[in-house]
């Protein structure tokens, strides 16, 4: 039995561990979702505005948002959603990944939901900073409307300053981030609070009967309105994708602590203030402030868009790392920005592609009310695609029974259709441009995918087995290769065929080194690989050895460092004396080849931008060597 005292110092620990990360989570994972109120009831408000909106009405959509906040984000997400977890990493590749190694029959399906789910969150990622950081900066033409031509400038400044940090790494401002995000749902939570008693009939809207009478009163109207209703859980599927930084008790308690109080608080005051002031339709959230207050809330506010769209860029640059290395895009330049918390990277090619989608997204629409029909889809999407994955994890995972899964999730799954159709009305009001970036996200990996399989394939037939091989090199003749000194390393994707580049090595130049080692690096369906488990070395011969190297899709490929770790283990090189030797690929199309002329060409053109692998694995540059040759695909 340890000493009481040394129990409670433990405990004290642990609850001031919880206590930070959870702080941490309030500012990375409810970001998001925190900026909604800022025009998700403006939105919801019009379509319905054209006759006077009655009493009757504000209650019912009040009602609608904080249901939806409620069946959506808490029962859906916060408390069922972070359990289907990949050993502790979520999001849509990491539940991707667990089912195709569990799902033999359905993997093509599910592999084709979760490239939608994963296409989904990255135009989610360009849409959410172009529309929180206008809808914040938007509130500088209630402090004076002369400011109303800057607002596009300033936006446009401030998003282009969002996206030249990143490369210094977010670990010095994300210290910042959980306080002052915590800071701005305290004050959405006390404006609520002041208005709450303008009206005190709004809190009739925790009645679940006034949002259902809503719908079935408004019809037609009432659809469209939900589009804008789904406006207040966007940030839902961050909250799932940010699982692996936070844990899931801290990401629950910084929920029902703050976020959702706060949240509700801030709509219902929004709902009893319009009640009051039906002038205020126009900007609720903002009119709230009395006129002394605007400037430093329009700040906050604007500090707090920054944030969110700081996690969703995150998010971005986590989910094509994991892309990348479940081999649905080709190899990228990944950079650590911090060097004790590998989750903190930074993609330069991604990093360029959403500044520029974002600029565009701003320059394009113009307002926060414009972008806002864009929203909804992408959003809506990426959460339908998410429930059609939970209902094959709990499936497979859980061991549920067919029946209850559907029980559980068909009701939920239905509600998030009828919330996809209504944001599907909005497709020509510029709707279409996250579903257009979702077609072109998937064809993009779906592309990669197919293309090197069949580069695979091809390789494959023309490659000699290694087994054939070797006793056939080592046997002493007059053709036999001249023996060298030290160690080569050949890297290859296929253990069970000689290397491309030995067979170049030996044709070309005539040589053998006297210690040979095949290598192969593989990336397995978990996020992380201990120590233990990162090797696997089979001697073949006096001079061959067949060595793989393990990394979770969460981890670097840094295969110097595994190799230096490796001869601790006994396995004997001098990695001066070692050369690295590289197959390159010159592609050339073939219309014949299994995919479409203008796919081979994607294909060629994505692979001709991959990253070299000596900078993607961490080699030594001065000790790698190329052998090239031409393959037709």
């Known amino acids: 039995m340890g000493h009481p005292a040394e129990h409670h110092a433990a405990e004290k620990t642990r609850t001031h561990s919880l206590f930070a990360l959870a702080l941490g989570s309030v500012g990375v994972v409810y970001g998001d979702i925190g900026t909604s109120p800022l025009y998700a009831f403006r939105e919801a408000l019009k379509p319905i505005a054209n006759d006077g909106v009655t009493h009757v009405e504000i209650i019912g959509l009040i009602s609608l948002m904080i249901w939806t906040l409620t069946v959506i984000v808490t029962i859906k997400y916060v408390l069922f959603l972070l359990r289907a977890d990949n050993d502790g990493e979520g999001g849509t590749l990491s539940l991707l990944a667990l089912l195709t190694k569990a799902s033999k029959s359905q993997r093509a399906m599910l592999m084709l939901l979760g490239l939608i789910g994963a296409a989904l969150f990255l135009g989610d990622a360009m849409i959410t900073p172009a529309l929180s950081v206008l809808s914040a900066v938007e509130g500088l033409k209630l402090v004076t409307p002369a400011l109303d031509s800057a607002v596009l400038p300033i936006s446009v400044v401030i998003l282009v300053a969002l996206f030249a940090i990143q490369s210094k790494g977010t670990g010095a401002v994300a210290k910042f981030f959980g306080p002052i995000t915590a800071v701005w749902f305290i004050v959405m939570g006390a404006a609520g609070v002041m208005h709450i008693a303008d009206d005190y009939s709004i809190l009739l809207a925790f009645n679940p009967w006034y949002a259902i009478e809503f719908m079935l009163r408004e019809g037609f109207a009432g659809i469209i309105v939900l589009g804008a209703v789904f406006l207040t859980v966007t940030g839902a599927e961050a909250l799932y994708a940010d699982l692996g930084h936070f844990g899931r008790r801290p990401i629950q308690w910084a929920w029902f602590l703050l976020v959702f109080p706060a949240l509700t608080l801030n709509y219902l005051g929004q709902g009893a203030f319009v009640l009051k002031h039906p002038e205020a339709m126009s900007d609720p959230f903002y009119l709230m402030f009395p006129e002394w207050a605007l400037l430093p809330v329009v700040i906050l506010a604007t500090a707090a868009t920054i944030i969110a769209s700081q996690a969703v860029i995150t998010g971005a640059f986590s989910l094509v790392r994991q892309a990348i290395h479940l081999g649905y895009l080709p190899r990228m330049q990944i950079l650590f920005t911090s060097e004790t918390n590998t989750g903190q990277i930074f993609l330069p090619g991604v990093n360029t592609l959403l500044l520029i989608g974002v600029i565009a997204l701003v320059l394009g629409f113009e307002s926060s009310e414009a972008l806002a029909t864009a929203y909804g889809i992408s959003v809506t999407g990426a959460m339908v695609v998410t429930t059609l994955m939970a209902f094959e994890f709990v499936r497979l995972k859980w061991k549920w029974p067919q029946t209850v899964a559907i029980a559980t999730l068909a009701p939920l799954l239905a509600l998030e259709i009828v919330f996809l ?183 060629i053109a994505m692979a001709n931008t991959a990253t070299d692998p000596s900078d993607y694995f961490h080699l030594p540059t001065n000790r790698v060597v190329e052998l090239g040759s031409h393959v037709i695909i």
């Open 421 to 603: 159709g209504a944001n599907l009305l909005k497709i020509h009001d510029g709707g279409w441009v996250p579903v257009m970036m979702a077609i072109a996200f998937t064809i993009i990996m779906l592309t990669w995918k197919r293309g090197t399989a069949i580069l695979f394939e091809k390789t494959r037939r023309i490659d000699v087995p290694l087994a054939t091989f070797v006793p056939m090199v080592e046997k002493k003749s007059d053709h036999a290769p001249v023996s060298v000194p030290g160690v080569a390393i050949f890297l290859t994707s296929d253990p069970e065929t000689a290397p491309a580049a030995l067979l170049h090595n030996i044709k070309h130049n005539h040589v053998l080194h006297e210690k040979n080692v095949v290598l192969t690096i593989r990336t397995v369906n978990k996020p992380r690989v201990s120590l233990d488990q990162r090797y696997h070395v089979e001697k073949i011969s006096e001079r061959f050895t067949l060595v793989e190297l393990r990394f979770g899709f969460m981890q670097s490929h840094n295969v110097s460092q595994a190799l230096a770790y490796l001869r601790k283990t006994g396995f004997k090189f001098d990695i001066m004396s070692t050369s690295f030797y590289l197959g390159r690929r010159k592609l050339v199309p073939d219309a014949a080849s299994g995919m479409p002329m203008w796919q081979d060409r994607l294909f």
